[in-house]
Nanobody, 124 residues
Framework: QVQLVESGGGLVQAGDSLTLSCAASGRTFSRHTMGWFRQAPGKEREFVARIWWSTGNTYYAASVKDRFTISRDNAKNTVYLQMNSLKPEDTAIYYC?????????????????WGQGTQVTVSS
């Protein structure tokens, strides 16, 4: 059974940086897609970024491109989300997820496993 544990959330000020981690276990990851999503109060869960575990290919939502960086450490089975120049509108619960395919799907329903989420709050 795949388990995902996020950490690194917190309260920061606008313009600050924060790095989220997602420790994955329960499977040898190879042909998988690892994604970060977020959900703000009263809004639907939305795609933030994804990385193909085997090649490191990345893709970002337009709202975070050039500010956020997704990466992975194969040896630690961990995926990271480096968030720079944070804005109040980045406030949300951030989730990592795994998709058992390597493709371009960004819809949350396409992902098979989810972590419990970590809260990120950006004050103005």
């Amino acid at each position: 059974q795949v388990q995902l544990v996020e950490s690194g959330g917190g309260l920061v000020q606008a313009g600050d940086s924060l790095t989220l981690s997602c420790a994955a276990s329960g499977r040898t990851f190879s042909r998988h897609t690892m994604g970060w999503f977020r959900q703000a109060p009263g809004k639907e869960r939305e795609f933030v970024a994804r990385i193909w575990w085997s090649t490191g290919n990345t893709y970002y939502a337009a709202s975070v491109k050039d500010r956020f960086t997704i990466s992975r450490d194969n040896a630690k089975n961990t995926v990271y989300l480096q968030m720079n120049s944070l804005k109040p509108e980045d406030t949300a619960i951030y989730y990592c997820a795994v998709r058992d395919e390597v493709d371009w799907f960004t819809n949350p329903s396409a992902y098979n496993y989810w972590g419990q989420g970590t809260q990120v709050t950006v004050s103005s």
